[in-house]
Every structure is written in structure tokens, then in C-alpha cells.
């Protein structure tokens, strides 16, 4: 029990942070998140904890630490923004909020490494964008990248991610139908997605017609500006999220869908993002409220079940699925409509792979850390398969598997089901 | 919460000793920061302010210590090597495991240096033909039951937080848990002990094989806090899975009544594996998180009680305990259907202390164990005080042993609301006391309680305390300042 | 604290033996002074007349009761409330409860029950510095301060005299049966013993006796089985059958139980070797057939053979010492001509057990000598 003690005011009003000073004080210190956060298990230092995290926003706040202090850096840049920590957390604690406000404040202070201010321009700007997108796809055609992914290092690592996006199953030609009675849907295409992972979206849309959505182009949309918003340049993200808000709406679907957890995380968070501009945050939230992952959508449909294809596969949960946007049981609802499949348990697969949006790329070395066990765990299965829904992880484990030798890759559920039922079109049912 | 630093914000009452006789000042932080590193690499040490404000409290952040440095080796040697080096430049250490704890016992006044030992998380062997484990320090309590688990054993000591505390520190505190009513406490489950002394001597204490003969060190060490060196590799009993578990929920419209059917439980002479309590607010806080746990929202009070065992005779003593929850006053008896539903229950049991994080911004628990036919007695009694000081008490407690765990929320920010805070905390302990009771049943002394210490021990018997703990560490650099307040100790004899 | 007349009369004989220097031997009922080594030299110290109940709240299920209070004493007034102080060490039930905790005694029971060091829940105690000492408390779960209970029960008076003590009850089970099996022969006994530990239940208690000592409790001469069963009628229905299933069973009267207790002659010699449960079928048949008469039995779940040498004068005490040598296993000896505990190691002779005697009795006037270790 404590002596009364002036605490004194927030060291740094105005800041992003200092409005998350409700949500900092919600945790109790009880620990309970510790064996969930990934950095922690792999660096042992409660500092690399949500924990010790929470413990420096507080000291930020509360003028203990200065918004300069290196160390502070140190262990916010190294979080993963997995969000397993909130998943775990009895009492609450908004971390992912947390964290946002905490890296848009000492964004403010310290500018965030050149590597990531470029790719968030890259990826801030469509037509670029595409440009580098489609070159990188036109090289992944070559066959260069695979001869090149057994390369020592990042560069290696780099070419094994790119061979990796190649989807692992044969193009499915067969044209779907549906009543469309379940309403009307539109795709949140993803930079990434549509641009390397294209098979995965016209699945997206096969398997949603085939379940009776009726899906409604919507042009003029945006990335969604999660990577922004993760490495606190929430400004950017917002300017993304009001083009995206104005494209949906003029598209009019009654709701908006993504195959991409990380996307789909934000798009759900814009109400959020936007509540205290006036002018959006009633759009906004609207918006946020009609967003969905294509596996909520699909399990609430059934959904259909396709042909028999016969894989062994093991599914691994993407943490913006299943600890942002706690969706944990639907894309195993996806799987369960594929016959055929032998699906293999794999442990911690709640655990994060160390993609987390451009975090591999900024912490190269504690991102393999924490990827390593999860190597190691897909290995055991003996699946041939990884199921994730997630660009980012599906080349992060995908150039993992590639490197290591193991004889296994990467596919999203849709894809699976998506072959299911093209193997069932070519069957005649 | 309070924002002390350097010493413990305690309102009164016996303070523990300060770092007036700084006797690892004798070395230079630097110097034995360089020289901590030549044993456990850069990387293992900690040296800025900012980076040991994470280590400067525990599961019970109202305290804030900052370590003078942080250590954290990857190998038992490492760690001998540590205790070694501490030894030769005589320099007080704390001991750290997960940070759970729940009396300040793991903070670490400014000329200490933490140890911390989470690193050392191997279980290194499971015996299933004699249900033994042997396991490093920082092995996190619930990864031992998930490897037991193969065998179809389990680690019978379950404090609520197994996700993440630490075997050693289970050791230390002598944890308990839902399951030690019927199962016991780590007391009865660890079988032997290799520790360090503060000396840097290793010693083996127990006896794995057989029989132990001497002394029992073994159960002096367990629950020593850290005080009589660190535990080094751990021998605990496992215990096989029962085959038969039912687990009841039994709602109460008044905590009385829940009281009642404790204590008519108990001395009917039934022996559930848990019984537990959680009073209304409690079970609105674990209903608004995220282990929502299908708790009726509008009880009063509800039990979660346990009985395993072999199938045959187990539905026998369900309708027992079922008969005495009605005779109570029970409004409903319910049986989980099935494992999900069991593990739903639990979780939201064992994560109700967590919950109340969104009650208020500050929380503090204590810890008396009462006897257990005096439980709706002190209960009202509880209550009473909530009332006079104008606080708000959520009650969730290990019932069946008697072990209260008062919860009470406040804003450390609002003086007056601390105040009267303290004066609860003070007044529920002394009707514990009044009771019969003692003042902590699995937490801990460590600093949280030492005022109380002198309430239920004479002089001699600290004293007494106190001389056993120089038999381990004379120099008492092992976690200086817990456990027994040295100024209210007697002067020892033999000493 | 600690003001009662007769803890009070306790620390002032210790402390004027303190200022003589004069040994005393702390006293029970007398019924085992021969268990541990010779004590030399000493003036008595009785605590039979210490005989009260000071605290018994039934629904509470703890009772606290003075040093000389016997075991038959507590049983009486537990048994009237259905509940039992689940310790039943071997010798007469006229022992007293401080003997039995300093002794850290213990018997069948303890396969289910545990030792004393599982069942006391405080004690109070005058130290050999004669201070009055009170360790833990009344109520059943207690981590206030360092253990003094751990470190005084077991330590055979040579730390402190234990004055008063809390300890912990039971309730007796609803049905309380004893059966007995047949054990199997050697060769098949590994497997068997490795059947009884996986049973889904835990026995009140799993004692193996050998043949000669079921012959003097009165059953038929074969090495057997005894297995107490506890629980409300299911449960003992559904434990029988399991345990038939390992053998030829049939019902014991339960007497059998006190009849072990006290099976042992005057004046023998008794050991207990223990080691993992596991190597029990190792170390039984070397144990159980030392000779003709030797008595033996062992607690099946906890690995421990009591092995008792009936005195003659043929030299059967050096076989008997020599079939136990060879077993490997820790060796306790709970009595011995005194000629033989010259050549057992102590146990009290390490660094920090030296410190605690110190501490706790510096003048090493209690019970001098018992656990061997050199003044
Ligand atoms: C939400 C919550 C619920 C809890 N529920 C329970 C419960 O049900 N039952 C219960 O008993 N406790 C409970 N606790 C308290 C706490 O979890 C236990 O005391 C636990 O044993 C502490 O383990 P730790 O690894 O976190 O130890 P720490 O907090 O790191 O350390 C505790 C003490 O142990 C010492 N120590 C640590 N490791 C060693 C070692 N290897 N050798 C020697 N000393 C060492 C430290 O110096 C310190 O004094 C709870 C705590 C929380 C936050
Ligand atoms: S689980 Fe939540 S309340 Fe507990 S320490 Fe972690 S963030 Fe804080
Ligand atoms: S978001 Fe992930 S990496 Fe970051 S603190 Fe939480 S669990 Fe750890």
C-alpha cells in the first residue's frame, strides 16, 4: 500500500501518447503477457516484454525517461506489434494502441530509420508501387529469385520471400456461381496481395460468388496504410484511410472484405484512427463496422464444400487475425469445407512468425530469432501445406521453409478452397 | 501509483534495512558491471537507469526499487560464476524469476544486483516411472505440467499465475494454488534442491533417491524468499492425472451464504481438489474481459469447486457437495459439460486478479489465511471495514484453505482515497489476525507485509527466524531487508 | 506469548542446564529411547505430564495440543468427530505427539498422508539457548516468515523442545478396509509393483510384508500385500476390483494395522533403505530374506523397506548389517546395538546443519549426541 504521492502531470501533453496514459494504467504488472510476446521468449529481458514495454510508455509519460532515451528506442523498435500480448491480457490493455501512440511520439523526436521511411513512401504511393510490385513479379517469372534464395543473409532471405509468394498449387480455371443473395461485397485488393499474390484474390472472389456474395469493384482504393500506422506515422495512415473510406463508400457495397490479416486489422481500427477528426469519425467508424476478413465471411456463409484435394497441412494463425482481429476459429471453418485435407495440429501456432508488417526488414536478426521456433514446429508436422492468411507471413515462413530445406511452403485457406472447388467443377458436381 | 523510487513506499511501520551499510559499494558499478559481462557477455547485463526501471517491481508495482544492476546468465555455470563474483566483491543480489510475486519480494534496494534467471528455463529430465522432474530455476510453472502432460502427469502446484511465474520462484515463495487444497503446496512437492549459497558454495538439499535424513533444509529453504541463496535445478514430484474431474459452479445471492457452504463443506470432511471463491464484483470484472467465463453477472457470490479422482464414488460426493451448496442457500449448481467448458471456468478464475486492472488504476492485494469455520465471520467483518472506509473490496480466494485474498482498487492518484486504503488494509489484517489467522498463506512476506510480522511473532521467534538465515547467509546479502524485520528482532543467543 | 506455565517451567530447566552445561535427554512416554543413537550423560527431561489438548475446532480440521498428548489421546477425541491425525508411526499409540513430530516418524499412512513434516502446521518450542520460539501457526496454509516447523520436526530434539503443536486432520474415509494380495515371485515383481503405481487411486495405504511377518500378525505365511482402502462405497467397490485384478485378494481385519505397529521385538535392530520406487522389486527380495526370522516391510509408493533384526547372539547382526550394505539406497537406521553407530555416517555434519545447531542449541545440551554429530 502506497503513501500518497503527488504524481505529477503528464510530462508530454499533446502528445499521441499522453492520450493513451488510460489504457497504460489499466495494467496491473501481473505478468500474464510475458510468455505470450515473442520477443521476450526469445531475448529474455523484460524489457522486450509487453510488460517492461507498457513500464516505458509509463516512464514517458510520466517524465522518468526522456522522449530521446535510446533505450526507450531500442526496445519500442524492437517490438513486433504482434498483439499476442493483448490476447493474454486479463485487464484489458489496448497495447496495440498503446504502441501506435507511442511510436507516432517519438516519431516526433527521432525519425524512424531510412530503410522504413522509404518503403512506407513506397508504399504511400500507388503508382510507384505498382511499378515496383510488377517488376518484382516479372523477376519472381524468371526463376532467379529461388536460384538465389539460399543466399547467405538479408539478400538471401529477401529473394526467398519474393520466390516464395509464388502460389504452390496450379491455377484453377472454372468459372463460380451464386445466388448473391448474402449481399454485396468489395475487395480490399492490398498493395502486396494484388500485387504478388494475385491468385489469391481472384480466389477471394471465386470462393465469395460461389458463397453467394456478389462482389462490387471499388476502384479508387488505397493501401490501407497499416504499415504506416504501425510505425507511428499515423498521419500518413490517416490520409490513406480517408481515400480508402471515400472509395468504398462511392463503391457502395455493404461490405468491404480483405484476405489480408494486416490490412484487414486497420480497416477495422479506422473508426478508431479517425475519432477525433470531426469531420470523418462517423464515416470512419461506419466503416470499420462493415470490414471483414474473407474467413468471417466464407464461415458465415458455411460455407460450400468443395472436392476432394488430398494434402497434409498444418494451419498457422497470422496475429493480426487472430490477436487484433480475434478471429481464431473461422479459417479453420474454411478448411473444414475442403475434403481431403489432413490437417496436422502445430504448436504455438498463435505465436508470431517475426514478419509483422516491414519488421523483418528493419530488426532482421530478432526477426529469424523468433522465427526459428516456428520453423522448427511446421517441421514436426510433416505438412506440406502452411495455411496462413497473411502476405507476410506467407513469405516469411514460405523463404524460411525455402532456405531450410524443408519440403514444405505457404498458401492462403482461400487458395485451398479455391482448389477444392475447381477440383469439384472439373469433377462435373 | 506511487511513484517512490529508491525506498519502498510503505505508509509506517517497520522499515526494512536501508542501504545505509552499502557494502557492495566497495566496487564501482562500472567495474562490476565489466566484470559481470566477462561472465555472461555484453548482453546479459543491464546498466542504464532506464533499462532497470523494468526490474524495479514486481507483480505488486506500488513498490519501485531500482537495481543497482542487472544480470542474467544463460547457464547454470554462468550463474555460479555470478553468485561467485557477488560473493568475492561482497554484493548483495536479489533473485528473479518472473516477477510475479506478489510482496515486493524480487525488487532490489540500490547496492543489489538482480539475477535475473528466466534464461535458465530447461527442464532437464522427466522420470515418469517415479514421476519425478528436474528442471532450471526460470522453467515457467505451466511449460512443466504441458511436458508432464505427455506422461500423463502433471505439476500438482497451480498458483493462478502458472502462465508465468518461475519453478524457483515457487520454490521461494513456497506458492500455492487452486489444486493445493487437496494436493498441497510446492512445500510437498519438491523432493530436492541444488542451490547456491550466498558463499558461492553449491550444496544439495533433499534427497532425490530415497528417504531424506538431518535436517530438514530442504523445507527451510522452500518459502525462504530468495534469503537463503538461489535455487540452482529443482526435483519436484509429479502427480498423475486424475481420471475423473468434475468441476461445479455454485451461485450465491449473498457472499455469506457462499461463506456457509465452505465451511459446512470442509467439515463434512469432504476433500475437493478446489474450492474457491469470487465475490460479485469479481465476477463482473473477469465477465467484462477477455476470460469472460459464463459467470452469472448478478451473483453475489459464486464457488468454484473441484472434485477429481477415480470415476467410481466421484458422483457420490458431487451430490454431497451439490446438497450442501442448496442447504446454503445456493441458487443454481451447475456442471461443466465438458473440457472447454472446465477450462473456461478456471481461466476465469485464474485470471481475475488481472481483471481487475480495469476497476481501477492501482490494486493491492493481501494474503491472511483464516481458520475455515471462521470465514462468514471475517467475510462480514471485510465487508464492515469496505464500508466505514468508504473502499471497494473484491474478494477472489482460495475458500477451501481458508486463504483470503482482499482486492482493493483505488487511484493512487486521489490522497484521500490512499489513505483510507492503507487504514483498510490494516484493519482487514487485524481481524485476520483477531481470527486466529496468519498474515500472508502463499505471497510472501517480503517487504508488503513485514509490519505485520511483529503482530503474530515475538521477538524471540523473529529472532529465531532470523538465526536461521545466517545459518544459510551470515553476511544476509541475499535479498537484504525481507522477510523479518530486523529491528524488532530480539538479540539471538547463539549468535 | 508463550507464557504458559509449563513452556515457561520447560525453559527454565533448559536454561539452568544452559548455565551448568549439563546435557538432558527430552522425554516422551519413554517408549522409543532407543531409537537414534546413544544419548550419554544426560538428566531427563519429561514432557508426559505436558498432556492437553489446548485447541480442537472440528470444522476447522486442525488441532493443537501439548507435546506429552498421546496419539491414542487425539485419536479419541478426533475419532468422535469422524477424523483422524493420518500419522501412525510404529511403536505403541501411547507415544506422544512431540515425539512423534521431533522423530519425524511416520508409517503406512504416510503413502497417502505424508510424513509429519506434511502434517504439523506450527509448533512452539523452547530452543537450547532456552527461548520460547513459536513457528508457524493454527490454520492450514502459512508462508509468514522463515520455516522453523521444517527445521524442528525430524531434528530429534537437538534444536529445540518442542512444547505444543498444531497439526492437521483428516476426515476418516466412509469405508476404511484392508485387503491383502498375494506377491508375486521375484522375477515377476518388477512388473507387478509397476501395476500397483499406475492404479488409478491412491490407497490409504500399500504396505508389503514378508512372509515371517505375516506369520506374527497373525495371517497366512506369505510375503503379502497390505492394501487399506479409503473412500464412500463406490469408490471402494470400484478399488477393490481394480486391486483383484492384480491378484489373489482376500479381507484383513483392520487390527492388522496396529498389530505392524508394534511387530517389532525389543531390543531389535531396525533399518530403512529407501530408493525410487522404481527399484523397489530390486531391493525387496535382498531385504525381506535376510534370514529365517527377519521382519520386513515396505511402503510400496514411497520406495522405503523397513528392515528389522530380532536380537540374538549368532552374529545374525553383522549378516543383517551386510545384506543391507549391499543394497543401494539411502540407509536410515532407526536403532542399533550401540557398538554399531560407530561406523554409520552422521547426517547433521555439514556446514550449514553445524551453523543451525549453533544457533539454535549452543550449548549442545539437547539430546547430545543421537544424530552423531560431533560436539
Ligand atoms: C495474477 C497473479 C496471481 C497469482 N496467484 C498466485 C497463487 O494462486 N498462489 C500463489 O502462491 N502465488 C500467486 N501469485 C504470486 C506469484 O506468482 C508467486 O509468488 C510466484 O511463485 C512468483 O514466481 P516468480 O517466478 O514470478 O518469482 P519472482 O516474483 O521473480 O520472485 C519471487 C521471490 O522469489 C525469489 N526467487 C526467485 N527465483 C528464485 C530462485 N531460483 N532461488 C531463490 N529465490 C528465488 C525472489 O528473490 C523473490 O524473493 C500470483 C501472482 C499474480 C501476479
Ligand atoms: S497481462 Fe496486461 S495487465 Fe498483465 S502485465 Fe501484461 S499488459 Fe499488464
Ligand atoms: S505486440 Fe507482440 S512483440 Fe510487441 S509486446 Fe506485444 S507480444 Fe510482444
Redesign the interface.
Known amino acids: 500500500m502506497s503513501e500518497p504521492v503527488a504524481v505529477p502531470a503528464c510530462a508530454i501533453p499533446g502528445t499521441p501518447l499522453a492520450n493513451a496514459t488510460a489504457g497504460i494504467m489499466a495494467c496491473v504488472h501481473c505478468g500474464f503477457c510475458l510468455q505470450a510476446c515473442p520477443t521476450y521468449l526469445a531475448l529474455g529481458d523484460e524489457n522486450d516484454s509487453p510488460r517492461g514495454r507498457i513500464f516505458l510508455m509509463r516512464s514517458l509519460a510520466e517524465g522518468d525517461l526522456a522522449l530521446d532515451d535510446p533505450s526507450v528506442h531500442t526496445h519500442i523498435d524492437r517490438c513486433l506489434g504482434c498483439r499476442a500480448c493483448e490476447t493474454a491480457c486479463p485487464s484489458g490493455v489496448p497495447y496495440g494502441a498503446l504502441l501506435e501512440a507511442t511510436r507516432a511520439t517519438l516519431a516526433q523526436v527521432v525519425k524512424p530509420p531510412l530503410r522504413a521511411r522509404l518503403i512506407l513512401a513506397l508504399f504511400a504511393r500507388r503508382g510507384l508501387m505498382r511499378a515496383v510490385v510488377a517488376a518484382a513479379r516479372a523477376l519472381r517469372a524468371t526463376g532467379i529469385p529461388r536460384l538465389l534464395a539460399r543466399l547467405p543473409g538479408d539478400l538471401g532471405f529477401a529473394f526467398a520471400m519474393l520466390a516464395s509468394s509464388a502460389s504452390p498449387l496450379s491455377r484453377a480455371r472454372y468459372r463460380s456461381r451464386g445466388t448473391g443473395a448474402r449481399g454485396s461485397v468489395s475487395l480490399l485488393r492490398g498493395c502486396v496481395m494484388e500485387g504478388l499474390f494475385a491468385a489469391a484474390n481472384r480466389a477471394t472472389e471465386r470462393t465469395l460468388v460461389a458463397n453467394d456474395y456478389t462482389m462490387v469493384p471499388a476502384p479508387n482504393q488505397h493501401c490501407c496504410g497499416a504499415l504506416h500506422a504501425h510505425a507511428g506515422d499515423l498521419e500518413g495512415a490517416r490520409t490513406l484511410a480517408r481515400r480508402n473510406i471515400a472509395a468504398f463508400e462511392a463503391a457502395g457495397a455493404e461490405l468491404v472484405v480483405t484476405n489480408a490479416a494486416g490490412c484487414g486489422a486497420l480497416l477495422k481500427e479506422y473508426g478508431h484512427l479517425l475519432a477525433d477528426d470531426d469531420a470523418w469519425s462517423a464515416r470512419a467508424a461506419a466503416f470499420s463496422a462493415r470490414a471483414r476478413d474473407v474467413s468471417e465471411l466464407l464461415a458465415a456463409a458455411g460455407p460450400r464444400v468443395g472436392a476432394p484435394i488430398s494434402y497434409r497441412v498444418t494451419y498457422d494463425a497470422p496475429c493480426h487475425l487472430q490477436h487484433a482481429q480475434r478471429v481464431h476459429a473461422e479459417p479453420l471453418v474454411v478448411l473444414d469445407a475442403i475434403p481431403g485435407l489432413e490437417r496436422v495440429a502445430l504448436v504455438d501456432s498463435d505465436q508470431c512468425c517475426g514478419s509483422a508488417g516491414i519488421y523483418n526488414l528493419l530488426e532482421p536478426a530478432l526477426s529469424a530469432a523468433v522465427l526459428a521456433p516456428k520453423i522448427a514446429h511446421i517441421e514436426v508436422t510433416g505438412a506440406t501445406l502452411v495455411v496462413t492468411g497473411n502476405p507476410g507471413c506467407l513469405m516469411q515462413i514460405g523463404a524460411a521453409l525455402c532456405r531450410a530445406g524443408v519440403p514444405a511452403r505457404t498458401v492462403h485457406p482461400v487458395e485451398l478452397l479455391d482448389a477444392s472447388y475447381a477440383a469439384a467443377a472439373r469433377s462435373g458436381r | 501509483m506511487a511513484l517512490h523510487t529508491e525506498t519502498p513506499s510503505r505508509a509506517s511501520g517497520p522499515q526494512p534495512e536501508q542501504a545505509q551499510d552499502r557494502r557492495g559499494a566497495l566496487i564501482q558499478t562500472e567495474a562490476l558491471a565489466s566484470l559481470l559481462a566477462a561472465i555472461v557477455g555484453e548482453r546479459g547485463v543491464l546498466a542504464r537507469p532506464s533499462e532497470l526501471s523494468a526490474y524495479s517491481s514486481d507483480g505488486l508495482p506500488g513498490y519501485r526499487l531500482r537495481p543497482r544492476l542487472a544480470v542474467f546468465p544463460h547457464t547454470t555455470q554462468q550463474l555460479v560464476d555470478v553468485v561467485r563474483l557477488l560473493a568475492r566483491k561482497q554484493c548483495p543480489f536479489v533473485a528473479r524469476g518472473a516477477g510475479t510475486g506478489l510482496s515486493a519480494g524480487a525488487l532490489a534496494r540500490g547496492d543489489a544486483v538482480v539475477v535475473g534467471l528466466n534464461r535458465l528455463n530447461r527442464i532437464i529430465s522427466i522420470d515418469p516411472l517415479n514421476r519425478l522432474a528436474v528442471v532450471e530455476p526460470g522453467a515457467v510453472n505451466v511449460t512443466l505440467s504441458r511436458a508432464a502432460g505427455a506422461y500423463g502427469l502433471h505439476y500438482a502446484p497451480d498458483p493462478s499465475s502458472q502462465t508465468a511465474c518461475t519453478i524457483g520462484g515457487n520454490v521461494a515463495e513456497n506458492s500455492g494454488g487452486p489444486h493445493c487444497l487437496k494436493y498441497g503446496v510446492t512445500l510437498n512437492h519438491v523432493v530436492a534442491l541444488k542451490v547456491i549459497l550466498p558463499s558461492g558454495e553449491i550444496t544439495t538439499l533433499g534427497n532425490a533417491d530415497g528417504e531424506a535424513e538431518g535436517y530438514d533444509l530442504l523445507g527451510a529453504f522452500v518459502g525462504s524468499e530468495g534469503c537463503f541463496g538461489i535455487a540452482l535445478e529443482v526435483t519436484v514430484r509429479l502427480t498423475p492425472n486424475p481420471q475423473g474431474v468434475r468441476t461445479l459452479l455454485a451461485d450465491f445471492t449473498s457472499i455469506d451464504a457462499g461463506a456457509r457452504a465452505t465451511s459446512a463443506i470442509i467439515a463434512a470432511g469432504i476433500l475437493p481438489a478446489a474450492l474457491e471463491m469470487m465475490d460479485g464484483p469479481t465476477i463482473r470484472a473477469v465477465e467484462a474481459s477477455i476470460y469472460a467465463a459464463g459467470y452469472p453477472a448478478d451473483a453475489s457470490a459464486v464457488l468454484l469447486i473441484e472434485l477429481d479422482g477415480m470415476d467410481e464414488g466421484l458422483d457420490a460426493d458431487v451430490q454431497r457437495v451439490e446438497a450442501h451448496c442448496l442447504a446454503a442457500g445456493a441458487r443454481t449448481v451447475r456442471i461443466a459439460a465438458n473440457e472447454e467448458e472446465r477450462t473456461r471456468l478456471w481461466q476465469g478464475r485464474k485470471k481475475a486478479f488481472g481483471a481487475m486492472g480495469r476497476i481501477a488504476p492501482d490494486l493491492v492485494v493481501q494474503d491472511a489465511v483464516i481458520p475455515r469455520t471462521r470465514l462468514p465471520d471475517v467475510l462480514r467483518e471485510i465487508a464492515a471495514i469496505a464500508e466505514l472506509r468508504q473502499i471497494q473490496v473484491c474478494n477472489v480466494f482460495h475458500a477451501g484453505d481458508g486463504n483470503l485474498h482482499p482486492n482493493i482498487g483505488y487511484d493512487s492518484r486521489n490522497p484521500d482515497e490512499s489513505r483510507r486504503v492503507g487504514l483498510a488494509m490494516r484493519d482487514i489484517m487485524q481481524a485476520c489476525i483477531d481470527a486466529g489467522g496468519t498474515i500472508t498463506g502463499e505471497h510472501g512476506v517480503g517487504l508488503d507485509k513485514l509490519e505485520y510480522m511483529p503482530k503474530i511473532f515475538s521477538p524471540e521467534s523473529l529472532a529465531a527466524q532470523c538465526a536461521l538465515r545466517d545459518a544459510f547467509d551470515p553476511e544476509r546479502r541475499a535479498n537484504p531487508g525481507k522477510v523479518v524485520p530486523v529491528h524488532s528482532c530480539r538479540e539471538w543467543v547463539g549468535a | ?2 507464557g504458559r506455565v509449563s513452556t515457561v517451567r520447560v525453559q527454565e530447566r533448559v536454561r539452568e542446564h544452559v548455565a551448568r552445561g549439563a546435557p538432558v535427554r527430552i522425554v516422551g512416554r519413554g517408549g522409543w529411547l532407543d531409537g537414534g543413537r546413544p544419548v550419554d550423560d544426560f538428566e531427563p527431561l519429561s514432557l508426559a505430564d505436558d498432556r492437553a489438548i489446548v485447541e480442537y ?6 488441532l493443537t495440543a501439548r507435546a506429552g498428548t498421546t496419539l491414542s489421546d487425539i485419536a479419541a477425541a478426533t475419532g468422535a468427530e ?2 483422524w491425525l493420518a500419522l501412525d508411526p510404529f511403536g505403541s499409540r501411547n507415544g506422544t505427539l512431540g515425539a512423534t513430530i521431533a522423530t ?1 516418524s511416520a508409517g503406512p499412512l504416510a503413502h497417502a498422508f ?1 510424513t509429519p ?2 502434517t504439523v502446521l506450527g509448533l512452539e518450542v523452547v ?9 508457524g ?12 516447523t ?2 524442528f ?3 530429534w530434539g537437538t ?1 529445540a523442545v518442542i512444547t505444543e503443536a498444531t497439526v492437521r486432520l ?3 474415509p466412509e469405508r476404511d478396509e484392508t485387503v491383502a494380495l498375494l506377491v508375486p515371485a521375484d522375477g515377476a515383481l518388477g512388473d507387478w509393483l ?1 501395476r500397483l ?2 492404479l ?2 491412491t490407497p490409504l495405504a500399500l504396505e508389503m510384508v514378508n512372509s515371517p511377518l505375516s506369520a506374527t500378525l497373525g495371517l497366512e505365511p506369505a510375503a503379502l500385500l497390505l492394501a487399506r482402502l479409503g ?9 477393490r476390483q481394480l486391486l483383484g485384478a492384480l491378484g489373489d485378494m482376500r479381507d484383513v481385519p483392520a487390527s492388522v494395522w496396529s498389530t505392524l505397529a508394534t511387530a517389532e521385538p525389543n531390543g531389535a535392530s531396525v533399518a ?7 527399484r523397489l522389486h530390486a531391493i525387496w527380495p535382498v531385504l525381506s530374506r535376510i534370514d529365517a526370522g527377519s521382519l520386513a516391510h515396505a511402503t510400496v509408493g ?3 523397506v523397513r528392515s528389522i533384526c530380532a536380537p540374538s547372539d549368532d552374529g545374525n547382526g553383522q549378516r543383517w548389517l551386510a545384506a543391507i550394505g549391499t543394497c543401494e ?2 540407509h ?1 537406521f532407526e536403532r542399533l546395538p550401540a557398538r554399531a553407530w560407530r561406523t554409520i555416517p552422521c ?2 555434519d ?4 553445524r ?2 545447531r ?5 550449548a549442545r545440551i539437547l539430546n547430545r549426541g543421537i ?1 552423531g554429530e560431533v560436539a
Not at chain 3, 475446532?57 to 486442525?62: E, I, K, M, P, R
Not at chain 3, 473412500?231 to 478399488?239: F, I, L, P
Request: zero cysteines.
Open positions: 506469548m508463550g475446532v472440528a470444522g476447522d480440521l486442525t469422524g477424523q519425524g505424508g513434516r506434511d530452543t537450547g539457548g532456552g527461548e520460547i520460539v513459536r513457528a501457526g493454527r490454520v492450514v496454509k502459512n508462508v509468514a516468515g522463515f520455516d522453523l521444517r527445521l520436526t525430524g531434528a534444536l483428516r476426515a476418516r509397476a503405481r499406475i488409478p487411486f473412500g464412500n462405497d463406490d469408490a471402494v467397490r470400484a478399488q530403512r533403505v529407501s530408493a525410487p520406487p522404481s514411497r520406495g522405503v539406497g539411502t536410515i547426517r547433521v555439514d556446514p550449514i546443519s551453523a543451525v549453533t544457533a539454535f542449541d549452543p544424530l
